[in-house]
């Protein structure tokens, strides 16, 4: 089963993402830890590095061409990042993840060590700067939801019952695959 995650920065994609790769014992490819460590070894922030990906479209490029290919060669594998489920052509489940900006500025500010306040324009700043990227690069507009099969708010379920709902989705499409066959 080929399965993409995707949301806005803070969404809980990563960690529904690894909840799930352990659970039903899938490879797990994450596109916005590619992203953080090409930023590390460029030592730039995400900001930082998010500005330099705007005039170099190859860092998205190379990121979206790698999560493409290894998830549609994949059988069993998790993909996730934001924009996974538009990448993946041959994904049995596309899940998309929301919550508030203000939920998700205090989960970075947390995660990253950094006051609220901080974390919220960085988040703001870095959605403006991937929403361009994506716009020029493929055309994509990231708020149109319509390619996901599911959208559930990560503000409203914590990790363990958003894993609960797609292990329901999962075991419908297993069955369903299952009869197809």
Known sequence: MRITISGPPGSGTTSLARYLAGKHGLDLISAGEVFRQLAKEHGMDLADF??????????????DARQKEIGEAAENIIIEGR???????NAD?????SASLSCRARRIAGRDGMDEEG????????????????????GI???DLSPYDIVLSSETFGVDALGTIVDAAIACLARQQAADL
């Open 119 to 138: 974390a919220r324009a960085y988040t703001e700043n870095r959605q403006r700067s991937e929403a361009t990227r994506y716009r020029n690069y493929y």
């Open 83 to 89: 924009l996974s489920g538009r990448m993946v052509g």
């Open 50 to 63: 998010g500005k330099f990906a705007e005039n170099d479209p190859s860092v998205d490029r190379m990121i």
């Open 141 to 143: 507009e990231i708020d």
């Open 93 to 97: 489940l596309r899940i998309w993840l």
